[in-house]
C-alpha cells in the first residue's frame, strides 16, 4: 500500500532552470512531510520539511510547497546546478503514527551542464 | 550537527555466518533509531523501529529472529543479521530522530550513510 508516490522517476533540467519534482499522498492524517536528498551508495541527506500548517517553506535555493486539499508537495530547485543531480525521495508521517515516516519511491534529477 | 555514522561501510561475508552493523548518532542523543533496507532502484524499506532500552518494533515481513536489534544506548544502535544467506545482500541504511535542530523544535530523520551487504 503506497501512500506516498512519486510518479516520474526521473526528470531532465537544465543547468540554470528551475526543477520541480512531484509528490502525492494518499492519507489524509499525514501532517508532516520531508525530502531528502541521496546519491548511490550513500545514505539520504535531509533537505528541507514542512509541517500542514504552513503551505510553503523556503531554505536557499529549495523551496517545499504543499496542497493539503490536493494532497500535493513540491519541491522546487531554482537555480538548478550539477551538482543537484541525485535521487530525491519526499516522505511523509503522522501525529498519531509519529515514529513512521513513509518514503516515496523517489526521483532521480538529472542537472545537464 | 545531526551526524550519523554507520559501520561497517561494507561487509562481505560468506552465507550462513552473521554480520553486525552499528549505528551512532555522534552529536545528538537518539531515543528512536530506525532500520531501513534499500534493493536497487527501489525506495528504503523501513524494517524496525528501535527505541532506546525496549525493543524494536519490526515492520509487517521482517523476521525479528533474522534481524535482531538492540539499541542498548541513546547513540548506539546495533543490526545483526543472522545466519546470512544471498537474499539478504542488500543495502542497509539506519536513521536516527532529533527532535531539535540548531535551538528550533523539528523532528527529522536524519540517516546514516548506509551499509553495503554482500553475502556470497
Known amino acids: 500500500d503506497q501512500q506516498v508516490k512519486q510518479n516520474s522517476p526521473s526528470l531532465s533540467v537544465q543547468e540554470g532552470r528551475i526543477s520541480i519534482l512531484n509528490c502525492d499522498y494518499t492519507?489524509?492524517?499525514?501532517?508532516?512531510f520531508l525530502w531528502y536528498k541521496k546519491y548511490p551508495a550513500e545514505g539520504p541527506t535531509f533537505l528541507i520539511s514542512?509541517?500542514?500548517?504552513?503551505d510553503k517553506n523556503e531554505d536557499g535555493r529549495f523551496t517545499v510547497f504543499l496542497n493539503k486539499s490536493a494532497k500535493h508537495l513540491s519541491l522546487h530547485i531554482v537555480p538548478s546546478q550539477p551538482g543537484d543531480s541525485a535521487v530525491y525521495f519526499c516522505?511523509?508521517?503522522?501525529?498519531?503514527?509519529?515514529?513512521?515516516?513513509?518514503f516515496g519511491s523517489g526521483t532521480k534529477l538529472n542537472v545537464k551542464p | 550537527g545531526a551526524v550519523v555514522s554507520q559501520h561497517p561501510s561494507r561487509v562481505i561475508c560468506k552465507s550462513g555466518t552473521s554480520v553486525k552493523i552499528e549505528c551512532r548518532s555522534l552529536?545528538?542523543?537518539?531515543?528512536?533509531m530506525f532500520w531501513y533496507r534499500q534493493f536497487p532502484k527501489q525506495s528504503l524499506m523501513l524494517m524496525a523501529t528501535?527505541?532506546?532500552?525496549?525493543?524494536?518494533?519490526?515492520e509487517q515481513g521482517v523476521e525479528k529472529d533474522k534481524f535482531l536489534i538492540n539499541h542498548a544506548s541513546l547513540t548506539l544502535s546495533t543490526l545483526t543479521v543472522t545466519s546470512a544467506h544471498p537474499e539478504d545482500s542488500s543495502f542497509y541504511i539506519c536513521?536516527?530522530?532529533?527532535?531539535?535542530?540548531?535551538?528550533?523544535?523539528?523532528?527529522?530523520?536524519?540517516f546514516g550513510p548506509g551499509t553495503r551487504l554482500t553475502v556470497l
Open positions: 516522505a511523509a508521517s503522522a501525529l498519531y503514527n509519529f515514529n513512521k515516516f513513509y
Open positions: 536513521s536516527a530522530r532529533d527532535y531539535w535542530l540548531n535551538g528550533t523544535s523539528t523532528d527529522t530523520q536524519y
Open positions: 528501535s527505541n532506546e532500552g525496549s525493543k524494536a518494533t519490526y
Open positions: 514542512i509541517s500542514s500548517i504552513k
Open positions: 492519507n489524509s492524517m499525514f501532517d508532516y
Open positions: 552529536d545528538f542523543q537518539a531515543t528512536t
